[in-house]
């Protein structure tokens, strides 16, 4: 069973940077892609962005392109996601999850990933 905590998140102003890590526990974690997504109260949880098990795959959302990137440290057993240029529809609880099987490409749905860590708030202010 793998266990993930995300931190990283905090409060800043628009045009601004946050670096979000997600630590893992267990020996599944350098076989499987990773994912972030995020949250608002009231809405499904979103894609993010998503990273193969060995890092040579990536997808991001539209909406985060060219601003975020995601990498994996798998000595680490750690995944980043290196969020530039930062907008106020940007704030949400930000989540990190483990695809549920592997190894295979990412995926971009939430209902494929699992163990999902207590997430991290992110909020820019404009």
């Known amino acids: 069973q793998v266990q993930l905590v995300e931190s990283g998140g905090g409060l800043v102003q628009a045009g601004g940077s946050l670096r979000l890590s997600c630590a893992a526990s267990g020996r599944t974690f350098s076989m499987r892609a990773m994912g972030w997504f995020r949250q608002v109260p009231g809405k499904e949880r979103e894609f993010v962005a998503s990273i193969g098990w060995n890092g040579g795959t990536t997808y991001y959302a539209d909406s985060v392109k060219g601003r975020f990137t995601i990498s994996r440290d798998n000595g680490e057993r750690a995944v980043y996601l290196q969020m530039n240029s930062l907008k106020p529809e940007d704030t949400a609880v930000y989540y990190c999850?483990?695809?549920?099987?592997?190894?295979?490409?990412?995926?971009?749905?939430?209902?494929?990933?699992?163990?999902w860590g207590q997430g991290t708030q992110v909020t820019v202010s404009s």
């Open positions: 999850g483990i695809q549920s099987f592997g190894p295979s490409r990412p995926s971009r749905v939430a209902s494929d990933f699992g163990s």
